[in-house]
């Protein structure tokens, strides 16, 4: 077996979260949001979808927020700042989803 691609990341949300999920997986990082599987839909949660990226964001009764775990995204343009020592190459910054999840916005330079 070989890993040929990652096909989506799965974050939880809290019962409720889909207005604010959209605003920020739609609005902010100008996702897609895809329809999810009839069955699926029932549980909540919302579905996005852009070139090359996919996250699922599911309801969880007992929700806490990812705060160390944490996807990382490749995006065109960072507004401007220091290269990441960490990450030679790179410009960085942390954000959280509306929910608190950590996401990594990473620009190559």
């Not at 929700?63 to 995006?75: D, E, G, S, Y």
């Not at 220091?82 to 990594?104: A, Q, S």
Request: no cysteine; charged share 30%.
């Amino acid at each position: 077996m070989k890993l040929i691609a990652m096909h989506h990341v799965q974050l939880a949300a809290p019962k409720g979260s889909e207005p604010q999920l959209r605003e920020f997986y739609s609005g902010f990082l100008g996702l897609t949001e895809v329809p999810k599987p009839e069955e699926l839909a029932k549980r909540g949660g919302a579905w996005f979808r852009g070139d090359g990226v996919e996250v699922h964001l599911g309801i969880e009764e007992d929700f806490r927020p990812a705060r160390k775990a944490h996807p990382a995204f490749l995006v065109d343009e960072l507004p401007e700042g220091e290269v990441d020592l960490l990450f030679p190459g790179y410009r960085r910054v942390y954000v959280t989803d509306p929910v608190g999840n950590r996401i990594e916005l990473l620009q190559v330079v």
